[in-house]
């Protein structure tokens, strides 16, 4: 399944096919070993309030969220080979293709929301 991820605060689509890792190997395999996440693509992460990009080819933004999915810390373009600190506030992590975030307003405080999206080539009605 794919989600939307939607800033609340600022009426903006950050994602409209989002996936989710929640076990224990989707979260670390994560976006690993991808050549590259195109605008529309995301990964969201949970439970979590750090990540790396060890083995990865690609920068990306980072958005830390709290129970409530407000940004409690976010990060433009960490790029490969990097490991963030740990946010304690943080319960989930939202990457994104690198530049989401500073083009949409996107901002510490700002709400997120996540809400089921279609998958590729599967249309409803």
Known sequence: MHWRVT????????????????SFVQRFQGLMGRASLPMG??????????????FM??????AF?????????????????????????ARSVLELPAGVLGASGTQEGDRLVFTPGEAP?????
């Open 7 to 22: 800033n609340e605060t600022r009426q903006r689509l950050l994602a409209d096919r989002a996936e989710r890792a929640e």
């Open 41 to 54: 693509g995301g990964m969201h992460i949970e439970p979590c309030n750090s990540i790396h990009t060890f």
């Open 57 to 62: 080819r690609i920068p990306i933004d980072v």
């Open 65 to 89: 969220l709290d129970a409530e999915g407000r940004i409690v810390k976010q990060l433009s373009a960490m790029p490969p080979w990097r490991t963030s600190s740990i946010y304690f506030k």
């Open 121 to 125: 080539g599967v249309k409803t009605r």
